[in-house]
């Protein structure tokens, strides 16, 4: 058993565009967060938590995170360098743009509704920006991507069921839920499903990396050992 060291140096080209795709993915989401007009599901989760945990925001982003790839490998959803990374960074960057004076906060209604559309929208090609690269996709579009394989439901179905129960466990333990919530759970998959289309990204047949991929078995040493 060895690293195989070709695939390792061929991903790791990768990683700088994937970790551009997490700051995108983190700006979408502090952008929302910013509006004061009802998060996303997963945040609204996050922030239900961290109601009653003394962390950061980003922080119990990070933990939801790890929590999602226990039960993801339990399915036998397999993990990958892009899962590991996605834990990390994501609620990194989410705190850091949150700390610049570079987000919307408008006052008028109508225009919320047109910022928290663009934030969904930058957010959603933040994912697809990095699923592409196939390094393993982060805990929530794992979670995602698996059951849309698995059941062979079309994305918009599938991430609209997950987050309409992710919204709900959000409410009961106190997350903010408002006008922008309803719109990020029932048009979140729908615009997803339009990025994919568009780019043409096909979640049913992708395949992602998983971390045993760069370990190498030589099978004629393992042959001779056995026999042994």
Not at 52 to 60: D, R
Not at 74 to 98: A, E, Q, R, W
Request: aromatic letters at 12%.
């Amino acid at each position: 058993m060895k690293l195989n060291k070709k695939l390792l140096v061929e991903d790791g080209k990768k990683i700088p565009g994937l970790m551009l795709a997490f700051l995108i993915i983190g700006y979408g989401i502090a952008q929302i967060k910013a509006l004061d007009f009802g998060m996303a599901p997963w945040d609204t989760l996050a922030l239900g938590m961290s109601n009653h945990i003394s962390l950061e925001f980003g922080q119990v982003t990070q933990i939801m995170g790890f929590l999602i790839v226990l039960f993801t490998i339990s399915i036998k959803i397999h993990i990958g360098i892009g899962t590991i990374l996605n834990m990390i960074f994501i609620g990194y960057f989410i705190d850091i743009v949150s700390k610049f004076n570079i987000l919307l906060s408008p006052e008028n209604f109508f225009l919320k509704i047109l910022v928290l559309f663009y934030a969904l929208i930058v957010q959603n090609y933040g994912m697809y920006s990095y699923l592409k690269y196939e390094l393993g996709a982060g805990p929530r579009d794992g979670l995602m991507v698996g059951m849309v394989q698995i059941t062979g439901l079309d994305v918009k179905y599938v991430r609209t069921g997950i987050e309409s129960i992710v919204l709900v466990l959000g409410f009961l333990l106190g997350g903010i839920v408002g006008v922008g919530t309803v719109i990020a759970t029932f048009s979140g998959g729908y615009i997803l499903d339009k990025v994919f289309e568009y780019k043409g990204f096909d979640a049913k047949t992708t395949c992602q990396r998983k971390i045993f991929d760069y370990i190498a078995l030589n099978k004629d040493k393992d042959l001779v050992k056995s026999q042994k």
